[in-house]
């Protein structure tokens, strides 16, 4: 009897152990996963930095000239590339803008990496792509084994440090993922366009496993030097978060965006200093653009009806181009990913086209058939110029140049 005691007893710890660690690993993640205590702001968009004149171009006030276009130089022997975003640099610099893809023999692929490009501002052209993280590399530098490489975004920090973010799995899908934080090394004495980043480390998104999350979006840029990233879990069930960072590109605290449990790759938009849209890609089939909206800088998000534009379950990218001058790229067509257009708006809500930027057909027939595909489309401005990149085929990376120009 006096050892089935001792035995119970024993028990009873282990229980009273386990409901301690529990709740300490919960007060953890609690902690890390809630919003900052002071809501924060976004930098509002920047007739400036759009090269627009005063005042800023409202929506439907003119129209976006192309001015040139092409494809971003492929790594050698590569015929396979993804998912690019990109990274406008600040004045002076070398690089108006840099573009950051994944890209190998194909997608998952055990030879992807990530590559980049930069646009020469004095060539007005870009340069021969890089490759910057090799899954074996940080593999070994992280003490885990990574299995596939993917979705780069990439960010410069107030002191002008360029942070990158990607998606790494081991032996999962793209759900069993990890997102890899990368830092630059010694920015201030840059002697190439091919940035260099130190050993990664991952970003603390669940306490358990700190498995599903993935990134996609660019960053907000807060008026605190910081930025909101957007991310998204997605294991079984899909839903988005808001990652805030300080000035420095340390990890500060995370909000889920919305309760819905179909949509994922959110893009965030701001309409002014704290009233933001989240505009997500929707799992189901038929879908339209999904949104949400914060008005305290997204210490809480609320659903909102889904957009009245049609998307066939693709990535969407979403941007201030001036106040009140909002713009959409997103594949338009309902059941393919064979038209990619770009829309703007007046009030990130009602949309309406201005630019076709690709279109295709379905070549062959039968199991031989294959359809065009221009989608994961990114945005950015730079020297007076609205950019666009997106993949061309899972084959290649286009880009486009585009002048704002007023009607008369």
Known sequence: MATLGRQAMRWQLRLMAGLVVGTVLFALDFSARRPAATAPRAVPASA???GATSPPPAAGAGSFVLKAQGYIPMPPDTPSAHASNLLAMPPGHACALMAF??????????????????????????????????RHVAGGQLGV????????????DGQGRMH?????????????????????????????????????SLLPLGWLWNLSHLVRGAPLALADGGMVLPVYFELGVKYPMALRFDASGTFIGAARISSRRSVLQPTLLALNELHWLALMRDNRLDGKIAVAQTSDGGQTWRDLRDLNVSNPDASVFAMAYAPWHFLLAHNSSPKSRQVLDL?????????????????????GTGKDALAAEFSYPAMAVADGSLWVSFTDGRQRIAWQRFVYEAKP
Do not use: K, Y
Request: hydrophobic content about 45%; aromatic content about 10%; some cysteine.
């Open 48 to 50: 400036t930095a759009a």
């Open 343 to 363: 829309s703007e708006s007046g009030n990130g809500i009602d949309w309406s086209l201005v630019q076709n930027l690709g279109r295709g057909t379905v070549t």
């Open 145 to 156: 084994g990574l299995r596939r490489l993917g979705n780069p975004v990439a960010w410069l």
């Open 101 to 134: 893809w994944f890209a190998g023999e194909r997608e998952s692929a055990p030879d992807v990496q990530i590559a980049s490009s930069c646009f020469d501002r004095a060539a007005q052209q870009w340069q021969a792509a890089h490759f910057v993280v090799n």
């Open 164 to 200: 990158l973010f990607v998606v790494a799995t081991g032996w999962g899908g793209w759900a069993a993922s990890r997102v890899l934080h990368l830092r630059e090394q010694n920015p201030m004495s840059r002697t190439s366009s091919a940035p260099v980043f130190g050993e990664p």
